[in-house]
């Protein structure tokens, strides 16, 4: 077992750690301890990093996506098409996109999925966003690549029925989604799959 550490600075760098999600407070103090032996070559540069990233990273007004620039790279590539919009619960689902190199379209990260046990309703989501990208004939087609979770199936029934009277096809990624499973943990061929034989909803 790791002493405790005893400097008030150290203690509140251990908090912080433990705020991270599968961190816990041994891992927390390990990771201290860690960062600490590789003070030159680790500790300094990702403080460095954090700060940087924490200044120069925003949310994209228009898809949601994080990047340097706003809007971000992607809304700005030219070789996109802005007439798709692919709708995800978070950055890390537009990552997992992205990494199957499949989609060319454009995005629409939610910031989340209805769920009653963590309290988010559709005003916590980015549904206003999507409904006005939806309006105005810009958009032909809407993309529902939410997780085939129960969190994840509702809010997809929830924006199919927002967006019915809007001038859009909503598709749905098809099979290779099993029940229950997480974008972010598909691989890259079966999430291909899944988007390239797209259902209507
Ligand atoms: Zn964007």
Known sequence: MNPAPSSAS????VKLLGKLPGIGPRSARRLALHLLRKKETLMLPLASTLAAVAEA???CRQCGNLDTTNPCSLCRDPMRNARVLCVVESVADLWALERSATYKGHYHVLGG????LSDTSP???RLEQLQARC???QTDEVILALSATLDGQTTAHYIASLLEELP???TRL???VPVGGELDYLDEGTLSAALLSRLPV
């Open 10 to 13: 150290l203690d509140h760098l």
């Open 168 to 170: 859009v096809t909503v």
């Open 135 to 137: 309006q105005g004939g």
């Open 57 to 59: 990273v925003t949310a």
């Open 174 to 176: 098809a099979q290779g």
């Open 123 to 125: 005003d916590d989501l």
């Open 113 to 116: 999925v209805l769920s009653a």
